[in-house]
């Protein structure tokens, strides 16, 4: 599985460029994420499906209003009528050049996330797994289909996440899922300190 990540912004795509700098497996490009000769694009999106606002209007824009309608049916019958964060789905776009496009997350309802957030990580995290192990109606493993997936910045549109914080979450998202180095941690203070570094390099005991 190949990862390209689309940004405009140069904060953004600079950032992706040094963390990701020895990951053969991603790649950046600057401009927008419709040029990418993609299998799947991803909509950070919100837990309804609601598809009117940033990067989603746009997606609207591309493949129609039915991919909004398509992804609120999944999410109702599936999810029971709310996509968590740290969950994804797919629906197909109708369109040949990006044919799926994964909803994954990064807020329950628009808001500002800033710079404690998570919720990059475990929305990269739900897209890879779902990329890896889901299926398609039909049965057919998601793995057969999804060969290059193309991710915007997660949360750091309306969610405000930094930059620096975004690449490093998603970067944390790729290497646990894409490339097998996921460890579960042997402690509570292991697994605090590892919450802890998405976001900051100054860890602190979280429950005083």
């Given amino acids: 599985m190949q990862i390209v990540l689309a940004a405009k912004e140069n904060r953004l795509a600079d950032a992706w460029e040094k963390t990701f700098i020895d990951v053969a497996e991603v790649t950046v490009h ?16 919100n837990s309804y499906g609601f598809m009117d606002g940033g990067i989603d209007a746009l997606y609207v824009d ?5 991919v909004q309608t398509r992804l609120r049916r999944l999410i109702l ?11 994804a789905e797919v629906v197909e776009t109708g369109n040949l050049a990006q044919p799926f ?14 710079p404690e957030t998570i919720n990059p990580y475990l929305a990269t995290r739900a897209v890879l797994l779902l990329a890896r192990h ?22 750091t549109g309306v969610g ?5 914080i975004c690449a490093q979450q998603m970067r944390t998202a790729i290497d646990e ?7 579960m941690p042997t402690s509570w203070a292991e697994a605090s300190e590892r919450h802890q570094l998405l976001y900051t390099d100054r860890p602190t005991r979280l429950q005083y």
């Fill in 62 to 66: 591309r493949f129609g209003i039915e």
């Fill in 30 to 45: 600057r401009g927008s994420i419709f040029d990418v000769a993609c299998d799947a694009v991803v909509s950070p999106a």
């Fill in 160 to 164: 405000r996440v930094p930059a620096d």
């Fill in 177 to 183: 899922v894409l490339l097998g180095r996921y460890r």
């Fill in 101 to 114: 496009l994964i909803a994954a997350p990064t807020m329950r309802v628009p808001m500002v996330l800033g």
């Fill in 134 to 155: 889901g299926a398609l109606p039909t049965g057919e493993p998601l793995s057969n289909q999804l060969r290059t997936i193309a991710f915007p910045g997660m949360g």
């Fill in 77 to 87: 019958d599936r999810h029971h009528g709310e996509l968590l964060v740290g969950s």
